[in-house]
């Protein structure tokens, strides 16, 4: 339920439903704003293109091992948005735990704005939770700290999962 919807919420809530899940922080930058360092973070460093599960992937090469990878979606027509035109978002942006904090993702995603940048896309999506971890067991908050780094305001919230208990029928 977004957070634009206070009337629609609160006719859940009349109607004995309970907000039981997540927060869902939605995230947008401006691509032309997003940083490209000119050198990889680390020595040795290069991205290969590839299908990924939520759009095109760009993997981050070490030594010929995949290190970490960023996927994005450009959004087509009609899919989500009613005026799509120049506008993606990130499926998944993970980088190793041991190569964290280095400038990695930074650079990844630097990477991932000049591809988007080709296709003309000007606007950039991302989501991440209000609280908990992610699969990998980093803290939301580091990753929300680093995309206000990085260039994206918050955009909305939206509360996901809600239940409702149905009222007792025996007094």
Same mark, same amino acid.
């Given at each position: 339920?977004?957070? &634009?919807?206070?009337?629609?919420?609160?006719? %859940? *809530?009349?109607? #004995?439903?309970?907000?039981?899940?997540?927060? *869902?922080?939605? %995230? $947008?930058?401006?691509?032309?704003?997003?940083?490209?360092?000119?050198?990889?973070?680390?020595?040795?460093?290069?991205?290969?293109?590839?299908? #990924?599960?939520?759009?095109?992937?760009?993997?981050?090469? $070490?030594? *010929? @091992?995949?290190?970490?990878?960023? +996927?994005?979606?450009?959004?087509? +027509? #009609? *899919?989500?948005?009613?005026?799509?035109?120049?506008?993606?978002?990130?499926?998944?942006?993970?980088? @190793?735990?041991?190569?964290?904090?280095?400038?990695?993702?930074?650079?990844?995603?630097? +990477?991932?704005?000049?591809?988007?940048?080709? @296709? &003309?896309?000007?606007?950039?999506?991302?989501? @991440?939770? $209000? +609280?908990?971890?992610?699969?990998?067991?980093?803290? %939301?908050?580091? %990753?929300?700290?680093?995309?206000?780094?990085?260039?994206?305001?918050? $955009?909305?919230?939206?509360?996901? #999962?809600?239940?409702?208990?149905?009222?007792?029928?025996?007094?």
């Amino acid at each position: 339920m977004p957070d &634009q919807w206070p009337h629609i919420r609160a006719l %859940y *809530e009349q109607a #004995g439903f309970a907000h039981t899940g997540h927060t *869902e922080v939605v %995230y $947008l930058a401006r691509v032309a704003d997003l940083q490209h360092p000119a050198e990889p973070p680390i020595t040795g460093l290069s991205v290969r293109r590839s299908l #990924g599960m939520n759009g095109t992937r760009l993997s981050v090469i $070490l030594d *010929e @091992a995949v290190i970490g990878y960023i +996927e994005v979606e450009i959004f087509e +027509e #009609g *899919e989500r948005l009613s005026r799509h035109g120049g506008w993606a978002d990130i499926g998944n942006l993970r980088v @190793a735990e041991q190569h964290r904090r280095r400038g990695v993702a930074t650079w990844l995603l630097g +990477e991932a704005a000049d591809w988007l940048r080709l @296709a &003309q896309i000007e606007r950039l999506l991302d989501y @991440a939770w $209000l +609280e908990g971890q992610d699969p990998t067991g980093q803290d %939301y908050s580091n %990753y929300r700290a680093f995309l206000a780094a990085s260039g994206f305001r918050e $955009l909305t919230r939206t509360k996901r #999962g809600w239940t409702r208990t149905p009222p007792n029928p025996c007094p």
